[in-house]
């Protein structure tokens, strides 16, 4: 896949010169095992930079018990509301996580047969937990299953990354109409363009 992706991104004049800068994109399927801890970690890192968001989540491990292991639906649910909000997490991501450590150990969400189902049937899945909106469920999309077709126009990074490089005044709309030039690798141009703010 990767190679197709070169060719086809390569010679896009505005993601051809990152990936000369960045080189190789990182993105990569991830296990099964870790579908739980990284969709709980994005509920943790929503409208939140990244070193706040790593650091509450690195706190919210410590504070359950897993230290430098997972996250899991036992450790969540066993941790009282007030420890995961001492962790640094609102109230609204504590019920957040709760709700989806539930749906998860009840079977009412079956993360570990997400990866069978299609872009769309997977959002559709996601959203029956409290909290978890598009963005989380793209950002699942994105990173663990490492689907490569995904353009996050809700992702506050994205949407400066396009400002930078198409001007202040680009709209969602035209946003999506420029990312339709880098079909079928949007998720590898996405990654290209976070990459693009490192040195703002």
Same mark, same amino acid.
Request: aromatic content about 10%; charged content about 30%; proline content about 3%.
């Given at each position: ?40 970690? %994005? ?36 941790? %009282? ?19 989806? %450590? ?32 598009? &963005? ?45 030039? &880098? ?7 996405? &990654? ?9």
């Amino acid at each position: 896949m990767w190679e197709d992706t070169i060719k086809k991104l390569s010679i896009d004049i505005h993601i051809g010169p990152l990936i000369k800068k960045y080189g190789r994109c990182t993105i990569k399927k991830r296990p099964k095992n870790r579908y739980f801890d990284d969709i709980a970690s %994005s509920i943790i890192e929503q409208q939140l930079s990244g070193k706040a968001a790593d650091a509450i989540y690195k706190r919210v491990k410590k504070m359950v018990g897993v230290g430098k292991g997972k996250l899991t639906p036992d450790a969540i649910l066993a941790c %009282s509301d007030e420890k995961l909000r001492a962790a640094g997490i609102s109230w609204a991501k504590v019920k957040y996580i709760k709700d989806f %450590s539930e749906k998860v150990k009840t079977g009412v969400v079956e993360i570990y047969k997400l990866d069978k189902l299609t872009n769309e049937e997977i959002v559709n899945e996601l959203v029956k937990v409290k909290g978890i909106g598009k &963005w989380t469920a793209e950002m699942f999309l994105m990173f663990s299953l490492a689907r490569p077709d995904v353009f996050p126009t809700d992702d506050l990074g994205i949407r400066n990354g396009m400002k930078k490089i198409f001007g202040e005044n680009i709209t969602i709309r035209e946003m999506e109409k420029k990312a339709l030039n &880098w079909r079928p690798y949007r998720t590898f141009a996405s &990654w290209y363009i976070w990459r693009s703010l490192e040195n703002r």
